[in-house]
């Protein structure tokens, strides 16, 4: 049963830039031609989702597209999110989520547990 | 981007009672290629992160109650619970995946009333 498990730093400073990191576990990343997506919720609110990896392809909302970033490490078997020049409206639980296309391409059938992330200084 | 409408945001139903949450898109979603509607239902309870329920509007995913039911077409969309069990007090969620970006409801919350 594959596992995801978001990793980075609960607090990031107004304009830096946001790192987070998801681990797979029981699966390589590189098998099943799977999308590797983060998602966000912010708090008490509704999700948003930011963007996928697909193999080397990426695709992102247009609300973020100009910010986002997510790379592989096939040697780690982690996928990245990176979103630069964060303000107090990036501050949100983000979430890994794997799709496998077996629920229809764009549906997330596994989920990391979430991480929470604060923008302040 | 595709906007998706959930009514109620909260609905409190008694134990054994049908609880209905509706979803609408703002266009349609049916691939008529294929004629599957890219119509997906979560469910996420405090402290958790979402869990699939149904795909395609009305498969439920492996392991899921059946007392859990999707149906609609087109622009909208229900998902049923015929017999509300205490387990199923959660905030419940359709995301449209027909096109990029994906985008989800804004949420229903179910209670027990």
């Known amino acids: 049963q594959v596992q995801l498990q978001e990793s980075g730093p609960g607090l990031v400073k107004p304009s830096q830039t946001l790192s987070l990191t998801c681990t797979v576990s029981g699966g390589s990343i590189n098998s099943g031609g799977s999308y590797w997506n983060w998602i966000r919720q912010h708090p008490g609110r509704g999700l948003e989702w930011i963007g996928y990896v697909y193999y080397s392809n990426t695709h992102f909302s247009p609300s973020l597209k100009s910010r986002a970033t997510i790379s592989v490490d096939t040697s780690k078997n982690q996928f990245s999110l990176n979103l630069n020049s964060v303000t107090a409206a990036d501050t949100a639980v983000y979430y890994c989520a794997r799709d496998t296309g077996a629920s229809g391409i764009g549906s997330f059938d596994f989920w990391g547990q979430g991480t929470l992330v604060t923008v302040s200084s | 981007d595709i906007v998706m409408t959930q009514s109620p945001d909260s609905l409190a139903v008694s134990l054994g009672e049908r609880a209905t949450i509706n979803c609408k898109s703002s266009q349609s979603i049916l691939n008529s290629s294929n004629n599957k509607n890219y119509l997906t239902w979560y469910q996420q309870k405090p402290g958790q992160p979402p869990k699939l329920l149904i795909y395609?509007?009305?498969t439920r995913e492996s392991g899921v109650p059946d007392r859990f039911s999707g149906s609609g077409s087109g622009t909208d969309f229900s998902l049923t619970i015929s017999s509300l069990q205490a387990e199923d007090v959660a905030v419940y969620y359709c995301?449209?995946?027909?096109?990029?970006?994906?985008?989800f409801g804004q949420g229903t919350k179910l209670e027990i009333k």
């Open positions: 995301q449209q995946n027909h096109n990029l970006p994906y985008t």
């Open positions: 395609w509007a009305s």
